[in-house]
């Protein structure tokens, strides 16, 4: 392996060191520091969660999926508000219009008929109305209406218990746990005819997440430490189980299973829903023409067999809006209700990815996003590849959740992109500095005394004659060369003779200043380029390395040394020369007289 790969091996093992190192600082910091891993939990909760939102919204212009024609809403809006304020002079309205209501439904014979309100005891005397209501309620086995489950203080309301008939029995062989979430200490109480009646009875609690927006329901929630159906849950498990059933399993994958249907759960219990569109989607039909048609004052005839039935407000000065992903503040509670039983029906969830498969993308993207930033020759080619690959993920995304129903992450892998191409590019100009630095070395340094070479030497001589004749300041040259070095080669050895080569190259820049250039002129010839400095200033620097030189015994064997010693010459520009090639013969002559006169010495001409 070359000094070349060496080094880029190097390169990327710096890299993947430097990304791990600060994975596992920011683990570590978010680990001991329990605010700093709540902000950035809190950040990149909510950042995913608009994401979805996005998701869905867009899914939603497309029309998919389609809302169920099997579920209609029997809506009480502002129109029906208005109405029934005009010919009841009260709200909330008297019970026995709801019971002429479901008569009137039930004459259709529908699935179902779900009341996405809470009967409470009447404040007003109203008992025939209550009576009729009531008995009217417990007349059908299909059914439903709410209660609601809270914290509130226990003297305010002491805790009550609930029939067994209304609890659940779960089969859990999965890490799901509803009490993490949705566990409540006290309960609304409904009438109690209906509470221990035929009716069916199911929760109305939603919980929204950190930013507001209803993006989830728990099929399940806890009071009293036992299970109990969220209210379409309730009415839509019937449906599918084509029964009254209360036993449930949920399997080691955290699918609540429901007839045909899997309900995938978050390990709190919650089921991501699929949106179909904006409130009013689903087919609606408004609480007074219902009215209207009992009197026979409604042309219209509205079809209600064999659908499931919701009945709930949808009016604005009702309050019973939430905000989800698809629609701000103006949703309707009961059209939560009715995009659950949907889901149930045409078994359309939305499953999140696991946190193994979400490390798995983020790992993939950086290989990727890595490979492009490393591997590509241009910088620009890099980015617009690492932007297009960007867009494709994100259309990934998109298209996984609207055909798969499938959520990937979008917020951390698109961090991890940038991320990754930042450091790829810093890695790459990194390693591109690191073989500039090697390709320069090899161009300009020689090999065996790590000297500057003939080139170098000849560059920087011309280019320091330049920068003195401008300034007008003298520079002088050394030139050494090794005392009967052919016969020291001859008698030792090739080798022998080159780490003499390296003792003296050594010597000559241990004994040099760090302004001077070392560099190796041919052969056991070596030269110093002196800036900036005179004849006299040059000849004490060629004296005393050639001292040092002879002071220092060569050591050829463990126990055998010899002394090695070097002849000079010295030159100064502008007092002996005009050109670098008129110094180095000034020099050389320098060099020969040294010779000539017994060598180991400073020749001057």
């Not at 993947?16 to 891993?37: C, P, R």
Request: charged share 20%.
């Amino acid at each position: 392996m070359n000094n070349l790969t060496k080094t880029k091996w190097f390169i990327y093992g710096t890299y993947l060191l430097l990304i791990a190192a600060t994975l596992l600082i920011g683990f570590v910091l978010l680990q001991n520091n329990n605010s700093l891993k709540n902000v950035f939990k809190s950040f990149f909760e909510v950042a995913e969660n608009r994401s979805f939102d996005y998701r869905q919204a867009i899914k939603v212009i497309h029309k998919r999926p389609f809302p169920n024609k099997d579920i209609v809403l029997l809506a009480i809006d502002d129109a029906s508000v208005e109405s029934l304020w005009d010919k009841y002079g009260e709200w909330p309205i008297p019970r026995n219009v709801y019971a002429d209501v479901i008569n009137y439904i039930e004459a259709e014979r529908p699935q179902a008929i779900i009341f996405d309100l809470m009967f409470i005891k009447s404040v007003r005397s109203q008992k025939d109305a209550d009576k009729y209501f009531i008995e009217t309620m417990n007349k059908y086995n299909n059914i439903y209406t709410g209660i609601n489950f809270d914290n509130q203080e226990y003297d305010v309301r002491k805790p009550e218990n609930l029939p067994e008939r209304v609890a659940l029995n779960i089969d859990n062989k999965s890490n799901v746990d509803f009490k993490k979430k949705y566990n409540f200490a006290n309960c609304r109480m409904i009438l109690p005819e209906l509470l221990n009646g035929n009716v069916k009875i199911g929760l109305t609690n939603v919980k929204r997440s950190g930013d507001g927006i209803i993006r989830s329901v728990s099929p399940v929630l806890v009071y009293k430490d036992k299970y109990y159906p969220y209210l379409s849950f309730k009415a839509g498990s019937d449906y599918l189980k084509m029964k009254d059933d209360n036993n449930f399993v949920i399997d080691s994958k955290r699918n609540l299973i429901a007839g045909e249907t899997k309900i995938p759960l978050s390990k709190n219990g919650e089921a991501v829903l699929n949106w179909y569109g904006q409130s009013g989607t689903h087919t609606s039909v408004p609480f007074y023409k219902i009215l209207k048609e009992m009197e026979g004052k409604n042309i219209n005839k509205f079809d209600f067999k064999d659908k499931i039935v919701i009945i709930g407000t949808t009016a604005m000065s009702l309050h019973d809006t939430k905000s989800v992903p698809i629609q701000a503040e103006v949703y309707p509670g009961v059209e939560v209700h009715a995009t659950l039983i949907n889901n149930m029906l045409d078994n359309n969830f939305i499953t999140k990815s696991e946190k193994s498969t979400n490390v798995l993308i983020i790992i993939g993207v950086i290989a990727i996003v890595g490979a492009i930033a490393m591997f590509s020759t241009s910088t620009l080619f890099a980015v617009l590849s690492t932007i297009l690959f960007t867009i494709a993920y994100l259309f990934i995304a998109y298209y996984t959740m609207e055909l798969y129903n499938l959520w990937i992450p979008v917020v951390l892998p698109v961090i991890a992109i940038v991320l990754a191409f930042t450091l790829s590019l810093l890695a790459k100009y990194l390693m591109k500095s690191r073989d500039f630095e090697y390709q320069y070395k090899l161009a300009t340094i020689d090999g065996l005394t790590e000297l500057y070479n003939h080139r170098y030497f000849q560059d920087t001589l011309k280019q320091q004659i330049e920068i003195s004749r401008r300034y007008n300041q003298p520079v002088s040259l050394i030139i050494c060369d090794i005392d009967l070095f052919k016969r020291f080669n001859d008698t030792y050895g090739h080798q022998t003779g080159d780490a003499v080569l390296r003792l003296v190259a050594q010597t000559l820049k241990k004994n040099s200043r760090t302004t001077d250039y070392v560099c190796r002129y041919g052969g056991e010839e070596m030269c110093i380029i002196l800036p900036n400095t005179g004849i006299d200033e040059a000849m004490q620097l060629a004296n005393r390395i050639c001292a040092s030189v002879a002071e220092k015994p060569f050591r050829l064997t463990p126990v055998d040394t010899a002394t090695v010693t070097i002849s000079l010459g010295v030159a100064t520009f502008p007092e002996n020369a005009q050109t670098p090639q008129d110094l180095i013969e000034w020099a050389d002559k320098g060099l020969y007289y040294a010779k000539e006169h017994g060598r180991n010495q400073v020749g001057r001409y």
